[in-house]
T-cell receptor
């Protein structure tokens, strides 16, 4: 089946620290991979995506590379800011079904302190 | 930039009552979804809808749930007889038929008392 395993939180970092949030997946087919972010009191926003092996998604200084050999899609940022404090969700899209339903990880809460 | 909208932002209801959650997907999108997030847990898929019918549903989406696209813009989720365990944040999402990127609304927080 399809599933996403995400690094347990919460994660607390100082401003300008390096961030890694681990994500691994299990999929029946060849999924697309996503990172969504949920800021306090808001809905889910797409942060970045990758659709095939070795693709790198990037946005707002965040990056993640689709690693088929390790079934991973780890999120990284070189220097976090206080405004990055949010919950981060790794997800995959099941392209085996026409509807492309999303399967989410449990979310990782990031708090960045000044 | 177009966005998915949802109403109400917060709904409080008594156990056993019917609720309808409303969503307006992005106008040129053809696939529509409902997900829910129980407090502190992962976001879970409920149902997908395409071409005026359900294309897939999860085990959560039992006979108490239904979806409808009553006109060209709204997409609704109805819960016939709410239970305490239906308390959650409900997200609507939509996408085009040429991309698998889903765009989410801000959510409706449902509280069942």
């Amino acid at each position: 089946g399809n599933s996403v395993t995400q690094m347990e939180g919460p994660v607390t970092l100082s401003e300008e620290a390096f961030l890694t949030i681990n994500c691994t997946y299990t999929a029946t087919g060849y999924p697309s991979l996503f990172w969504y972010v949920q800021y306090p009191g808001e809905g889910l926003q797409l942060l970045l995506k990758a659709t095939k092996a070795d693709d790198k998604g990037s946005n707002k200084g965040f990056e993640a590379t689709y690693r088929k050999e390790t079934t991973s899609f780890h999120l990284e940022k070189g220097s976090v800011q206080v405004s990055d404090s949010a919950v981060y969700f790794c997800a995959l899209s099941d392209r085996e079904t026409g509807a492309n339903n999303l399967f989410f990880g449990t979310g990782t809460r990031l708090t960045v302190i000044p | 930039e177009p966005e998915v909208t949802q109403t109400p932002s917060h709904q409080v209801t008594q156990m056993g009552q019917e609720v309808i959650l409303r969503c307006v997907p992005i106008s040129n999108h053809l696939y529509f979804y409902w997900y829910r997030q129980i407090l502190g847990q992962k976001v879970e898929f409920l149902v997908s809808f395409y071409n005026n019918e359900i294309s897939e549903k999860s085990e959560i989406f039992d006979d108490q749930f239904s979806v409808e696209r009553p006109d060209g813009s709204n997409f609704t989720l109805k819960i016939r007889s709410t239970k305490l365990e239906d308390s959650a944040m409900y997200f609507c999402a939509s996408r085009t038929d040429f991309s698998d990127t889903q765009y989410f609304g801000p959510g409706t927080r449902l509280t069942v008392l």
